[in-house]
């Protein structure tokens, strides 16, 4: 845990006042460390789920959006679900991935984004997943070619996966839902 | 009965064999589906995580259709649920800031362990078992997004749980008592940090071990895929425990045949339910 002191009085307020607006009240944390005790990927992270709930508070952004931490949760809920002040602590994930892309920062874990992107393309594009697709789009991002071949494999082999895409008459509607409709509110 | 039906993408995809079993339970329990039309991805985590608007706008569309269809929603993916219900909250909260005029008639969001689980349908199916799964060990699995967050789901008992005890305690089976139920398996995580994944999959089949689970019993579509596929990579000395699905052991138990076709949908050999079954009757026995 890193022990240098933290001022608060550079927090980022814009930051602050988005959590506020989204109902994500970080100042209610009394840092009884529940969160993080639960958190089954915790051993992985780089900022203990408590650390980033005080780091919110602080208005700490960029060292938020730097870490590990937001790439690993799994988003199970977990922490959310036993916070004795019921923080949004996982929409608060949420806002911290949204912002780290928008804001462009280099994530520490490049795979995990790289994977939503190829995930969301399939979604973007038949209004519907399309696991291979999506899996040749991610493969093909993050140079992973070789890992989990065997397993690929073994799906294929066994008709788990489906050969052609099934794309929604509605395509244009999801379309539109990802052409930012609504954005010129976005908080 | 009659319901509206969301599949969902894995449905489609991996997990075609649990919607073949939702199906075939929904035809034996006299529930008549109505599949949504056109409906379309719920975003999965994929969307919610990394854009708010986008996670919410394309379960949004599928609420609005369901709408039309004018039935509760029948959910057999965790997070096809929980995303659903997200959205519905979203709604009933604020429609106008979602474009949408009318909501004054929201479906019920139903995930499928909440409606087997219901006495009437349990006492069904116990009628109907023709083949019980007598005396075998099962660790119900709930993984997280039927479940968490409550304030979302609506879920009674977040971290105790019964449905899925109920469920297969209906076809004869012996559900274990064990420490993981509603763990993560961190199936978002399993094809970008494998190793994670292999690390909470080997802490819960362990788990299920300790309690004499046999096998496996979930209603998730992705901790069905993640539990089976990466105990591949555990390096076990034992087989592996087979995964099933709820729907899946009912629907065995029920006709009282476990096809082919469906034990081949494991990575994990499915061969201990064939004692059960009178094809897999040895030689001489002939059939129950």
Known sequence: ?187 | MKLAYYPGCSLEGSARDYDHSVRQLCRDMGIWLVEIPDWNCCGASSAHMTDHEIGMRLPIRNLMLAQQVGLDILVPCAACFQRLKAADQALRADPGYWDVKDYSSPPAIVHISSLLARDDILARIREKVSAPLQDLTLACYYGCLSLRNPRVTGAADWETPTTLERIVGAVGAEPVSWSHRTECCSGSLTLTRPDIAVRLVGDIVRAARRAGAKAIVTDCPMCQANVESRQLDLGQTEPGLPVFFATELVVAAISGSYPAAQQKAHLIDPALLNRFFSQAAPAGEGPR
Request: hydrophobic fraction near 40%; glycine fraction near 10%; include cysteine.
């Open chain 1, 1 to 187: 845990m890193n022990s240098e002191l933290i001022p608060t009085e550079t927090g980022n307020q814009k930051f602050l006042q988005k959590l506020q607006v989204m109902g994500i009240d970080v100042h209610a944390c009394f840092q009884c460390g529940r969160c993080s005790s639960g958190c089954p990927i915790g051993d992985f992270f780089d900022l203990q789920v408590m650390e980033v709930v005080r780091l919110a508070s602080y208005g700490a952004e960029d060292i938020l959006l730097q870490s590990k931490t937001i790439w690993l949760c799994a988003a199970c809920e977990t922490c959310a679900t036993r916070c004795p002040n019921e923080i949004e602590i996982a929409g608060l994930m949420d806002v911290l991935r949204s912002l780290a892309l928008k804001k462009r920062i280099t994530p520490a874990e490049p795979r995990v984004p790289m994977l939503h992107r190829s995930f969301l393309d399939s979604v973007k594009h038949w209004g519907r997943t399309y696991e291979i697709g999506m899996l040749a789009g991610y493969k093909l991002r993050s140079g992973d070619l070789v890992g989990d071949m065997k397993l690929g494999l073994q799906m294929f082999t066994k008709g788990k996966l489906k050969l052609v895409p099934q794309g929604i008459k509605g395509k244009a509607e999801v379309r539109q839902i990802f052409s930012g409709k609504g954005k010129e509110y976005d908080r």
